[in-house]
């Protein structure tokens, strides 16, 4: 069907990604999912393996080579761009690492998968998204406006700078009719939870960790066109934990 739109996905092998792939595919959507994984056939969905594109966001050339292989999949038009890959190292010991402990590469390893190739990708796709008036969605966190136990330092000001990155792009992707906003999960059931987590949620106002699924509708919801004046915005998804 030459009306079936697209996504294109990033950090799509697991959890709120999965999730995500399994959200829009229910809407009829065809996902290109990007993740450092090659395709799980364990995680099958409909064209899943011809859609997959295996790319290491850490590695800057990389990112950029990538942007060529994504526009000879989509045919001129992407009508969504969600950037959910997001890495949080930890130390030897599953230790969070402060900004005392956190090694230079590492910073920069962080940065270049959570910040920079959201921007890489969204600018490089630009044309295809205008083509569109397509949405980007960038996936922040919780952590990104306060410390959290587990989440490191370098992970937290990633997400912070993904936050006012979205701020910038709502401004200038706007005049070509792109919306984009961020959604901001906090303790989300998912493998990525430390252990400890239970201490977290019994703190929650609601008293329960969130689903991937509850995420994904989210994200689904910023790409419809029922928020087709939202733009700028950064959604909390945490039951009530930022409050």
Not at 22 to 46: A, N, Y
């Amino acid at each position: 069907m030459s009306d079936q739109k697209t996504l294109v996905l990033t950090g799509a092998s697991r959890g709120i990604g999965h999730a995500t792939v399994k959200r829009f595919g229910s809407e009829g959507w065809r996902v290109l999912t990007c993740s450092r994984q090659p395709f799980d056939p364990r995680c099958p969905w409909p064209g899943g393996e011809e859609n997959h594109i295996q790319i290491d966001l850490a590695d800057p050339n990389k990112t950029i080579a990538a942007i060529e292989t994504i526009k000879g999949k989509i045919n001129g038009r992407l009508h969504a761009l969600v950037n959910n890959a997001g890495i949080s190292p930890k130390g030897p010991k599953g230790e969070r690492l402060s900004t005392l402990d956190t090694d230079l590469r590492t910073w920069g390893q962080v940065f270049h998968v959570n910040f920079f190739a959201s921007v890489i990708l969204a600018r490089g796709l630009q044309n295809e998204l205008t083509a569109a008036q397509g949405a980007i969605v960038n996936v922040t966190s919780i952590v990104g406006s306060r410390v959290h136990p587990f989440a490191g330092a370098a992970y937290a000001t990633s997400k912070a700078a993904l936050a006012a990155l979205t701020r910038e792009m709502a401004h200038d992707f706007g005049p070509l009719g792109v919306r984009v906003n961020a959604i901001a999960p906090g303790e989300v059931e998912t493998a990525i939870l430390s252990p400890g987590t239970e201490k977290i949620v019994e703190k929650l106002p609601m008293r329960r960790l969130g689903q991937p699924k509850e995420v994904a509708d989210a994200i689904w919801f910023l790409c419809s066109d029922q928020s087709s004046y939202i733009s700028g915005a950064e959604i909390q998804v945490n039951g009530a934990q930022h409050v």
